[in-house]
């Protein structure tokens, strides 16, 4: 059971659901400019969770966020990394089909150790992007660097 008071559970679930309703738009089309916009949200997204492991692990965890993406720019990316090692990388992609271009955003995760890059992400089958989505992505990168430890 939660120790999550009733009240602050009912407020993240309206938030959550009013997030996913205003970026229903951006995030459904797969043109270039709105999969840059998901990619900036993503982006704004990633800030705060990197702010909330620094806060709760302070100074001994490195935990590094790359610049926003800016338009205009040839491959727009960015990158959150932990410990120096542990890595989900954002990018815009483009795949090119008969009748024309379709954008989406392609991350992938690399963890020390394994050496290995692993492409994530929602499936398809899995709907959109979703701010819960992209923690669960930092949370299964955090806890492979605790495994590790």
Known sequence: MSG??????V???RDAWAERRALRAIAGAHD???QFALLRTLWGWAREAAEDIRAVYGPSLDVALSPEPTPGTANPAFTLRIAGEYTLA???AERRR???SRW?????ISTAGEGSVTPAGPERRNGQWTRS?????ILSVLGAYERSR
């Open 90 to 92: 954002f990018s815009l």
């Open 11 to 13: 407020a993240t679930l």
């Open 133 to 137: 989505r992209l923690q669960e992505l």
């Open 98 to 100: 008969a009748g024309g």
């Open 104 to 108: 989406s955003i392609a991350v992938t």
């Open 32 to 34: 270039q400019a709105s």
């Open 4 to 9: 999550e008071p009733f009240r602050s559970r």
